[in-house]
T-cell receptor
Framework: EDKVVQSPLSLVVHEGDTVTLNCSYEVTNFRSLLWYKQEKKAPTFLFMLTSSGIEKKSGRLSSILDKKELFSILNITATQTGDSAVYLC????????????FGQGTILTVHP | NAGVTQTPKFRVLKTGQSMTLLCAQDMNHEYMYWYRQDPGMGLRLIHYSVGEGTTAKGEVPDGYNVSRLKKQNFLLGLESAAPSQTSVYFCASAPGGTGNEQFFGPGTRLTVL
């Protein structure tokens, strides 16, 4: 069965901490892995990863994919209270028309 | 551009009632999707469409129907609502092909009593 698993499910840190969120997957014919941030409403796109070992970076956020070990990590450095959100990992695979299979999400809470 | 919009934002139904959720996008995207989000389960795909006049089942299609009569609109229908359909529903759209991210609407919170 195709599945996407995120860990941890929830995380509480203080401002300035660095966090690492994990996403592992077991799918056939992998195409790409995406990270989204969800604050109360619509998920907003962060990164799309298709190749192993190539880091994607945006400000304090970065992500990398390991297609051999079937996982991705999302790093957030110098966390801020505005980083508090649910972080969703999703995978495109098979002959799907861009369909995404999502993990359960990681709830990140950043305290001042 | 408004992006992806959803109507209504909130709705309360009684068991057995019917309703239609409307999703509209102004980005000329080919693909559109309906998801539901339940606590601890991430987003699950209900139905999707790869173009005007076409629809297909996703992971959890039972109890829902969809239609895509116009490219910019994707409707999700509940013919006879059940408490198990209490959820937050998200619509998304994407350009054709598999190399693009999906853009999400703000969601509809549905409660079935």
């Amino acid at each position: 069965e195709d599945k996407v698993v995120q860990s941890p499910l929830s995380l509480v840190v203080h401002e300035g901490d660095t966090v690492t969120l994990n996403c592992s997957y077991e799918v056939t014919n992998f195409r790409s892995l995406l990270w989204y941030k969800q604050e109360k409403k619509a998920p907003t796109f962060l990164f799309m990863l298709t190749s192993s070992g190539i880091e994607k970076k945006s400000g304090r956020l970065s992500s990398i994919l390991d297609k051999k070990e079937l996982f991705s990590i999302l790093n957030i450095t110098a966390t801020q209270t505005g980083d508090s959100a649910v972080y969703l990992c999703a995978v495109k695979f098979g002959t799907s028309y861009g369909k995404l299979t999502f993990g359960q999400g990681t709830i990140l809470t950043v305290h001042p | 551009n408004a992006g992806v919009t959803q109507t209504p934002k909130f709705r309360v139904l009684k068991t057995g009632q019917s309703m239609t959720l409307l999703c509209a996008q102004d980005m000329n995207h080919e693909y559109m999707y309906w998801y539901r989000q339940d606590p601890g389960m991430g987003l699950r795909l209900i139905h999707y469409s790869v173009g005007e006049g076409t629809t297909a089942k996703g992971e959890v299609p039972d109890g829902y129907n969809v239609s895509r009569l116009k490219k910019q609109n994707f409707l999700l229908g509940l013919e006879s609502a059940a408490p198990s359909q209490t959820s937050v529903y998200f619509c998304a759209s994407a350009p054709g092909g598999t190399g693009n991210e999906q853009f999400f609407g703000p969601g509809t919170r549905l409660t079935v009593l």
